[in-house]
């Protein structure tokens, strides 16, 4: 029973070309920071003692920035600090925006009302605006990014849960689970939330990409870790410095370790929502 | 609606974790002293609830307070740096809606056909593209390989020095003035910032695009039009079109504070004197009534347009009334 199912989940897998390629990235741009200690060819912090700003060659095939660090070698480190603190953020907001739907959509009447015009609102406002005024009073660094962007993106998974609640309250099994007896809360746990969670995981694929994306945008701005931390959205700010003189690596390169990872999320989140609703193409 | 972004405004700033007299002072190693002074001077040591009141009556009363970096009233650097911004979002929009519908369009009427798969392709790698590394790598090519286009702010130097604009708008100046010659070194300067802003808006509008585009196709009265014998062109353009638009316009709406943020880094990106430079710079001078001023602001103007948005919605749909 189980192994049939398993293989006609494998089966579905294997129409997802988008799916597996998405995964692909991801893994390989997490295993490359990860093993970055082990694969990086020199160190991405301190000073070298080989040419500044050279253009790529077969010692640096990516270059060198102003102090003669291995572009290379910062963009294999530089995947760090953005996946941790999209993922993290990601996965705040998802269980923040989880929550709040569930209750929202579940009970309804005037906290229904008052959330869902709050969480408009948010949802409004220019999300890199609103990260950088909650930066601009916590104060720059890793834990601001967190808070910020998780801040940023609950409305995202509050609309869509709540969408879904509001769907599957009317259901005969919710129906039939209240009849049984079930509390409002045991209902909400059981036989709802699990309903929700095909459409929330699809939402955070696109989110991780999205929050990757504003994360490079507030490093890029100066809201990250001061400079010598590897950052590929610092890096660029970084190269920009230096446009005007032709010294195209220093820009290129991160910017390319930024779309591939975003990439790769974003074909993940497609090849999720294909599965859900396979019609929709 | 206005009232609740003012009020998350007002959280933001003054209730959540964070102090903003802490952060604007460096940090930490600040002595108890100038934090007390600092929230003196903003009135940050009084209860929230006077706070909260003062905030919302000073608002109203278009009293922003005074930049400390500038000197001026925080509202007339807003409005003196608005227009950048402005023009530069209308232009983007402008590009976006063009690239984004013709797309989606294209992609519906050929779908499933190898054109509509690279359009989805382009879609999803225009998600994934940091909208500043998009206008670097456009000023690379465009400015300083090619040489062909400038590499940012709004005019050359020497024009900007004895430019006096009018509106703030230069382009609506230049046709003003009737000089030519201006309105095309506006416009080339305008040309990589918002086709930057535009190209990476584009994709979600061409996506939207194609699914509306792909919907209407399949309605009745789109078969009707094709059995009379009507030409395809006609049916899509004259029949199709119009209703598919209706989606689209409420997402134009929302897609605009999507733009804003991407004003923002587009702004940082080409040196473009706007209100998201205005911001950035003020948070880096520690410039707190500026800082809530130009939030307060965007505030305000994502519900004007959020309002114009739903006028115009019942203007195509007039099956919606108010």
Same mark, same amino acid.
């Given at each position: 029973m189980l192994s049939k199912w398993l293989l006609g989940q494998l089966h579905l897998l294997g129409k997802q070309h988008l799916l597996i390629v998405g995964l692909i990235i991801v893994g390989f741009v997490v295993l490359t920071t990860v093993l970055a200690p082990f694969i990086a060819p020199y160190d991405p912090v301190n000073y070298q003692n080989g040419g500044r %700003?050279? /253009?790529?060659? %077969?010692?640096?095939p990516m270059g060198t920035d102003q102090l003669g660090r291995d572009v290379l070698s910062r963009i294999i480190y530089g995947g760090n600090i953005p996946l941790k603190v999209a993922g993290i953020a990601a996965l705040i907001a998802l269980v923040t925006g989880m929550i709040i739907g569930l209750l929202s959509g579940y009970r309804a009447g005037i906290l229904d009302r008052a959330l869902s015009l709050v969480m408009d609102a948010m949802y409004s406002f220019p999300g890199l605006i609103l990260a950088i005024a909650i930066l601009a009073t916590m104060g720059a660094g890793i834990f601001g990014m967190i808070f910020a962007i998780s801040f940023v993106y609950i409305p995202t998974y509050f609309r869509v849960v709540r969408g879904q609640v509001l769907q599957l309250r009317e259901q005969e099994f919710v129906e039939a689970a209240r009849a049984e007896g079930a509390s409002g809360f045991r209902i909400l746990l059981r036989h709802i939330a699990p309903n929700t969670i095909n459409s929330v995981m699809a939402v955070l694929s696109f989110n991780i990409a999205d929050a990757i994306l504003t994360e490079a945008g507030l490093s890029f701005l100066?809201?990250? %870790? /001061?400079?010598p931390a590897p950052d590929w959205g610092f890096d660029i700010s970084n190269g920009q410095r230096f446009l005007l003189a032709g010294d195209w690596w220093l820009i290129t390169f991160p910017g390319i370790a930024i779309i591939l990872l975003c990439l790769g999320f974003g074909m993940i989140g497609e090849g999720i929502s294909d599965m859900i609703n396979p019609r929709r193409r | 609606m206005l009232f609740i972004l003012l009020t998350l405004v007002f959280l933001i700033l003054? !209730?959540?974790?964070?102090n903003p007299c802490l952060s604007m002072l460096g940090g930490r190693n600040v002595p108890q002293t100038v934090i007390v002074r600092c929230e003196q001077k903003y009135g940050l040591n009084k209860p929230l609830y006077v706070q909260y009141v003062e905030y919302l009556v000073n608002i109203a009363r278009g009293n922003f307070g005074t930049s400390y970096?500038?000197?001026?009233p925080v509202l007339h650097d807003i409005f003196d740096r608005f227009p950048a911004t402005f023009e530069l979002a209308i232009f983007s929009m402008f590009f976006a809606i063009l690239i984004g519908m013709s797309t989606g369009i294209f992609a519906a009427t050929h779908s499933d056909r190898p054109a509509d798969h690279s359009l989805r392709i382009f879609n999803i790698v225009s998600f994934a593209m940091p909208i500043f590394w998009v206008g670097l790598m456009a000023q690379l090519i465009f400015? !300083?390989? #090619?040489? !062909?286009?400038?590499?940012?702010?709004? #005019?050359?130097p020497i024009t900007a020095a004895y430019f006096h604009s009018i509106t703030g708008f230069y382009v609506l100046d230049s046709i003003l003035e009737g000089n030519w010659g201006l309105l095309v070194q506006v416009l080339k300067h305008l040309l990589l910032p918002s086709l930057t802003l535009g190209l990476v808006q584009s994709g979600f509008l061409g996506r939207i695009g194609r699914a509306s585009m792909l919907e209407v196709l399949d309605k009745d009265y789109v078969t009707t039009a094709r059995s009379k014998g009507l030409r395809r062109k006609t049916v899509i353009y004259k029949h199709a079109l119009k209703n598919a638009l209706i989606p689209i316009v409420t997402i134009t709406g929302l897609q605009f504070a999507l733009l804003l943020s991407g004003a923002i880094l587009t702004e940082t990106t080409f040196s473009w004197p706007g209100l998201a430079r205005y911001l950035l710079q003020s948070i880096n001078a520690r410039d707190f009534y500026a800082l809530q001023g130009t939030i307060v602001f965007f505030g305000i103007f994502i519900s004007t347009v959020n309002l114009v948005v739903d006028i115009i919605y019942s203007f195509i749909d007039p099956r919606v009334k108010y």
């Open positions: %700003l050279t /253009p790529p060659s %077969l010692k640096h100066g809201f990250g %870790l /001061p400079p | 003054r !209730v959540m974790p964070g970096r500038t000197g001026n400015a !300083v390989d #090619l040489k !062909v286009l400038p590499v940012g702010g709004r #005019l050359e």
